[in-house]
């Protein structure tokens, strides 16, 4: 597509409950990326996916977070046993590039609300 | 610890100019970045800057010194649509992005 796609844009759900957050990257993009940010809060980092390098997973707050990709294109960000802490907008960003050098595109973001 | 500092909230007249400070302390440095973000929207690159200087770009401009660990961003005749956060985010030595929690610049007529 155009931009980067994310879906759902808002979920709400219950304590306890798992979900899935979707990202469909830019056409060609290498490099993925999740972020979390909380209302007012900077950017956290969550997961970085590079072709087919093994993800860098050190920015997952909790065993419960997980992220895939699959096809080296859409990306799926699960939450197992979801808590209040955890909701926040979850963001997506893609880039060509191998490293940090290049602009991060972004999509709209998926809004998460833990009741 | 890796930190990035920036101003939690500015405020500005329309039409006047605004200066954004970002201060860094990273484990390397390979590149500054300056994103705007709207309320409720995507952050959308502004600039990047990797020596140290000015960059301009029409009424934006973004200027480094690493030597200070410092960049800021320059917003000139500024218009109501300016009203957004602005990330300041540094690529470290592993070139992961360090961010900043942002500065919410608030423009008044």
């Known amino acids: 597509g155009a931009g980067v796609s994310q879906s759902p844009s808002n979920k709400v759900t219950e304590k306890g409950k798992d979900v899935e957050l979707r990202c469909d990257p830019i056409?060609?993009?290498?490099?993925l990326y999740w972020y979390r940010q909380s209302l007012g809060q900077g950017l956290e980092f969550l997961i970085y996916?590079?072709?087919?390098?093994?993800?860098?997973k050190s920015g997952l707050p909790s065993d419960r977070f997980s992220a895939e990709r699959t096809g080296g294109s859409v990306s799926t960000l699960t939450i197992q046993r979801t808590q209040q802490e955890d909701s926040a907008v979850y963001l997506c960003?893609?880039?060509?590039?191998?490293?940090?050098?290049?602009?991060?595109?972004f999509g709209e973001g998926s809004r998460l609300t833990v009741l | 610890g890796q930190n990035i500092d920036q101003p939690t909230e500015m405020t500005a007249t329309e039409g006047a100019i605004v200066q954004i400070n970002c201060t860094y302390q990273t484990s390397g440095f390979n590149g500054l970045f300056w994103y705007q973000q709207h309320a409720g929207e995507a952050p959308t690159f502004l600039s990047y800057?990797?020596l140290d200087g000015l960059e301009e770009k029409g009424r934006f401009s973004s200027f480094l010194s690493r030597s200070k660990g410092y960049s800021y961003l320059l917003l000139k005749e500024l218009q109501m649509k300016d009203s957004a956060s602005y990330l300041c985010a540094v690529t470290d030595s592993n070139y992961q992005l360090i961010w900043g929690a942002g500065t919410k610049l608030i423009i008044k007529p």
């Open positions: 056409s060609g993009h290498t490099a």
């Open positions: 996916f590079q072709g087919n390098s093994a993800p860098d």
């Open positions: 800057n990797v």
């Open positions: 960003a893609s880039n060509q590039g191998e490293v940090n050098t290049g602009e991060l595109f």
